[in-house]
Nanobody
Framework: QVQLVESGGGLVQAGGSLRLSCAAS????????MGWFRQAPGKEREFVAA?????WYADSVKGRFTISRDNAKNTVYLQMNSLKPEDTAVYYC????????????????WGKGTVVTVSS
């Protein structure tokens, strides 16, 4: 069973940047698609970005966020630029053993999350 641990969250002013990291252990990492999801208070968990053979982004973050991975380090990253207050949420890293990753229900393993707060 894979274990995922996120880091890099924090408090940042609007317009600022953060880079989230997700370290994976316990299973071959490079074979599977990885994704980032987020959940704001009172809202459902939503897709942010995923990386497999290509990359995919939610419309709300396209052009501002970049997902990448370093298979040698078993780590996936989320570079977040031009942050907005509406980006405030708990950000979760997730892994999919299958060929779908745009929904939380598609994912098979989750980290515990890291909090991102963007002040206006």
């Amino acid at each position: 069973q894979v274990q995922l641990v996120e880091s890099g969250g924090g408090l940042v002013q609007a317009g600022g940047s953060l880079r989230l990291s997700c370290a994976a252990s316990g299973r071959t990492f490079s074979s599977y698609a990885m994704g980032w999801f987020r959940q704001a208070p009172g809202k459902e968990r939503e897709f942010v970005a995923a990386i497999g053979d290509s990359t995919w982004y939610a419309d709300s973050v396209k052009g501002r966020f970049t997902i990448s991975r370093d298979n040698a380090k078993n780590t996936v990253y989320l570079q977040m630029n031009s942050l907005k207050p509406e980006d405030t949420a708990v950000y979760y890293c997730a892994l999919s053993y299958g060929d779908s990753w745009s929904s939380a229900d598609d994912m098979d393993a989750w980290g515990k999350g890291t909090v991102v707060t963007v002040s206006s």
